[in-house]
């Protein structure tokens, strides 16, 4: 959450706990942010802590400060929200204050923001995914006499796309794939069959094996990139490889 709504949880570390709890009520976001008169980051108070601080009896004229976490996880307002989704995971938590190189609160990131329907939506990556669909298939024969290894169907869909679909549930939308046997028809396949995903073709002019299609796309991928091949569907969390 980078917009204006994350005023609503600063606060002041005198505050009394609470006008602190009333606070907390009405922003709704189950969280405060305590910040000194230079809106610098001091802490943070999540309604976890204001339980806890209730069991234990706390008299309510005591300062937020009182329960505050000190040293918060945090992320720089130069961040993206991959960086954020990955901290949340890593340390467990759903608030995350941003902050500039003076240490002044400038937005917060709230678990929720990555939430459709319950399911984490995770931010659009830049980092390709190579899939090697260039085999035979010869041990899939007498289907690949008819199609290509790639669009061999599963349920309602070929290999391929499951894949590309999987790789997309984690924010990967950019495709290099490399083709050989029956180009065209994998081409056509998805020329017909309009979606989303950035697509690159490279042709294998003579069969490279396994892996010697990466000798043709050396000179486009600089950065990190994911290699895959055609026939493996695993349930596996992509966001975790970066």
């Known amino acids: 959450m980078m ?14 706990l609470r006008e602190a709890i009333k606070q907390m009520d009405i922003a709704a976001l189950q969280v405060l ?20 601080a209730i069991i234990n009896g706390i008299d309510f004229k005591e300062p937020v400060s009182s329960i505050m976490t000190k040293n918060p996880i945090v992320m720089s307002y130069s961040s993206d929200k991959n960086d954020a989704l990955k901290l949340m995971k890593k340390y467990e938590v759903r608030h995350i204050p941003v902050i500039d190189k003076e240490n002044k609160v400038v937005g917060l990131v709230l678990w929720k923001d990555f939430l459709n329907d319950g399911k984490v939506v995770y931010p659009s990556k830049e980092t390709s995914v190579v899939i090697m669909a260039g085999g035979k298939g010869a041990r899939l024969d007498p289907f690949t006499k008819i199609l290509p290894k790639p ?32 180009a ?27 892996i010697g299609a990466l000798s043709l796309i050396k000179e486009r991928l600089s950065n990190t990139f994911i290699v895959s091949n055609c026939d493996v569907i695993t349930d596996a969390n992509y966001d975790d490889l970066l």
């Open 151 to 182: 669009l061999i169907p599963i349920g309602e869909k070929p290999i391929i796309e499951l894949i590309m679909d999987n790789f997309r549930k984690y924010g990967f939308n950019k495709f290099v794939i490399s083709l050989s046997h029956k």
């Open 33 to 52: 942010v305590v910040v000194d008169n230079k809106d610098r980051l001091l802490g943070i108070v999540t309604d976890g802590d204001v339980r806890r």
């Open 184 to 210: 065209e028809m994998i081409k056509m396949y998805f020329a017909e069959n309009p979606n989303n995903y950035s697509i690159e073709y490279v042709q294998e002019e003579n069969f490279l094996g396994t």
């Open 3 to 16: 917009s204006e709504q994350y005023k609503q949880v600063l606060i002041r570390p005198d505050t009394p």
